[in-house]
Nanobody, 122 residues
Framework: QVQLAESGGGSVQSGGSLRLSCVAS????????LGWFRQAPGKEREGVAA???????GYADSAKGRFTISQDNAKNTLYLQMNSLKPEDSAMYHC????????????????WGQGTQVTVSS
């Protein structure tokens, strides 16, 4: 079973950038659909981006044009490059892995990391 550990969160001003990383252990990331999700206080968790084994890449509308998901199989790591950050992007960001389907539905994922906090100030 794969384990996931996120890093790279922090506090930035509106318009800034952050790069989140998610290091996998126990299995290789190329065996999974991988995704980034976020949850702000008082809100439901939402899918941000996902990348699949067959080249699938999907983004939430809020992420399109600003965020880029990628993976480095040699480093067994998933990334989320976030540019043009807005205060509404502030949330705890989690990476997740699933072995069957791929997309932004939370039900597709059964392994989750602990999260990394992103705070964007105006």
């Amino acid at each position: 079973q794969v384990q996931l550990a996120e890093s790279g969160g922090g506090s930035v001003q509106s318009g800034g950038s952050l790069r989140l990383s998610c290091v996998a252990s126990g299995d290789t990331v190329s065996n999974y659909c991988l995704g980034w999700f976020r949850q702000a206080p008082g809100k439901e968790r939402e899918g941000v981006a996902a990348i699949g084994r067959n080249g699938f890449i999907g983004y939430a509308d809020s992420a399109k044009g600003r965020f880029t998901i990628s993976q480095d199989n040699a480093k067994n790591t998933l990334y989320l490059q976030m540019n043009s950050l807005k205060p509404e992007d502030s949330a705890m960001y989690h990476c997740a892995a699933g072995r069957v389907h791929c997309g932004l539905a939370q039900d597709f994922f059964n392994t989750w990391g602990q999260g990394t906090q992103v705070t964007v100030s105006s």
